[in-house]
């Protein structure tokens, strides 16, 4: 009888461990794991004004949120007046569960913090890289006051 109740005790033991789980949702494993580090050259013409530059992101991430900064460097030309452009700031988006996941990413500035910038798209797996579109806003600092909306579409790449 002491035989068989150990029997049992190990088996309850070794399906507790091999079935068990728990009904409050997805876990850290569900998520794919974006962080770290991420850059993408800009070279893009919208409304005859060139975007030449350079855009960063460092990403932070606790299962589906994302966290971190950004980065961006470079000029934009009409075609007479050449602008230097740069900024930092924090980052903040969401990622889906699941293999190939959506990512969006919004970007804010720290002393304009109304002007945000957005971005999507899917986190490609076997590659580490994020093909991303969303429209990049350039301010004036002073006044924060947006003189160009640039679109974009680019792939970041770790």
């Not at 009409?78 to 930092?88: A, L, R």
């Not at 990413?105 to 986190?123: A, H, I």
Request: with cysteine.
């Amino acid at each position: 009888m002491l035989r068989a109740f150990r029997k049992l005790t190990i088996a309850a033991v070794l399906c507790t461990a091999a079935c068990g789980g728990d009904a409050t949702g997805p876990g850290t494993n569900n998520y794919e794991q974006v962080a770290g580090s991420y850059s993408g050259p800009l070279n893009s013409i919208e409304g005859g004004v060139l975007l030449q530059g350079t855009l960063s992101f460092t990403l932070t991430q606790d299962d589906g949120t994302i966290g971190g900064s950004w980065a961006m460097s470079g000029t934009l030309f009409d075609g007479v007046t050449v602008v230097e452009i740069q900024g930092t700031g924090p980052i903040v988006g969401t990622i889906a569960a699941g293999g190939n996941p959506s990512v969006n990413l919004q970007t804010r500035n720290p002393g304009c913090p109304n002007v945000t910038s957005t971005f999507s798209g899917v986190y490609d797996v076997a590659n580490h890289r994020i093909p991303v579109a969303g429209t990049a806003q350039f301010f004036n600092s002073q006044n924060c006051q947006v003189f160009h909306s640039h679109p974009l579409q680019l792939l970041i790449t770790r």
